[in-house]
C-alpha cells in the first residue's frame, strides 16, 4: 500500500473520529457558510441567553488534553475573529477549558457551558477546539488542535413564569389558613 494513501487514510479516520453529538456538529470550513445546514431548512437547537447547556463531544481514545468553546452570534460574518468573540466559561467555573486528565470509556463527555447573558442570535456556531498532546517517545510534545463547529439559536432570557395553578393552589392555601385561623379566633 502506498504509504501517502495510508497516511490519509489515517488522517481522515482520526478527524471523523471526533464529533458533537449535542448539538450536531458539522466541518468549520468558511465563515460565510457556517449556517448551511440551517439555511437549507434544517432546525438548529435553541437555547435561552444566560443559560446552562450541556456539549455532548465524543472523542475515543483520549488520555489527556482540553476542550474549548466559542461563540459567534452571527453565522454569515467574514471576519475570523467573530468565532473567538465570546469564549464559553463552564458552568462549574473552573475557566474556558475542559480538562481531560484520563480516557472515559466510551470517549463521551458531557461539559456545562455558560452563555453569554444579553446575547440573542437566530442562527449563531458554537465551534468546539480540541486540544490533545502529540508525544514521541524520546522526543518533546506538541499540541494538536482539531475544530467543529455547531449551529445554535439564543433567545431571550426566560422570565420565570408561575403557571395559572401554582398561583391557584397558593392562593386557595392562604384562604385555608386564613380560614383555619377565623374558626380559632
Keep these: 500500500m502506498n504509504p501517502g ?31 448551511g445546514g440551517a439555511k437549507e431548512g434544517n432546525s438548529v437547537p435553541t437555547y435561552s441567553a444566560g443559560e446552562t447547556i450541556t456539549v455532548k463531544a465524543e472523542v475515543p481514545n483520549m488520555k489527556s488534553g482540553a476542550f474549548e468553546f466559542n461563540l459567534c452570534p452571527s453565522a454569515d460574518a467574514q471576519d475570523e475573529d467573530c468565532l473567538f468573540k465570546y469564549p464559553l466559561e463552564m458552568a462549574d467555573g473552573s475557566g474556558r477549558q475542559f480538562e481531560i486528565n484520563s480516557e472515559i470509556p466510551g470517549g463521551q463527555y458531557d461539559v456545562s457551558l455558560i452563555l453569554p447573558k444579553g446575547l440573542t442570535c437566530d442562527i449563531c456556531t458554537i465551534m468546539w477546539t480540541l ?55
Excluded at 490519509?8 to 458533537?20: D, E, I, P, R, Y
Excluded at 490533545?132 to 475544530?147: H, I, M, P, R, Y
Excluded at 463547529?149 to 426566560?158: F, L, P, R, Y
Design 5 to 35: 494513501l495510508l497516511l490519509f487514510v489515517l488522517a481522515v479516520g482520526t478527524a471523523s473520529a471526533q464529533q458533537l453529538t449535542s448539538p450536531p456538529s458539522r466541518e468549520c470550513r468558511e465563515l460565510g457558510a457556517m449556517s
Design 131 to 185: 486540544i490533545t498532546k502529540d508525544c514521541v517517545e524520546g522526543s518533546s510534545c506538541s499540541n494538536q488542535l482539531a475544530k467543529l463547529c455547531a449551529d445554535i439559536s439564543i433567545t431571550e432570557e426566560k422570565t420565570r413564569k408561575t403557571r395559572f395553578w401554582g398561583k391557584a393552589f397558593r392562593i386557595a392555601d392562604k384562604a385555608l389558613d386564613v380560614a383555619h385561623a377565623f374558626s380559632r379566633g
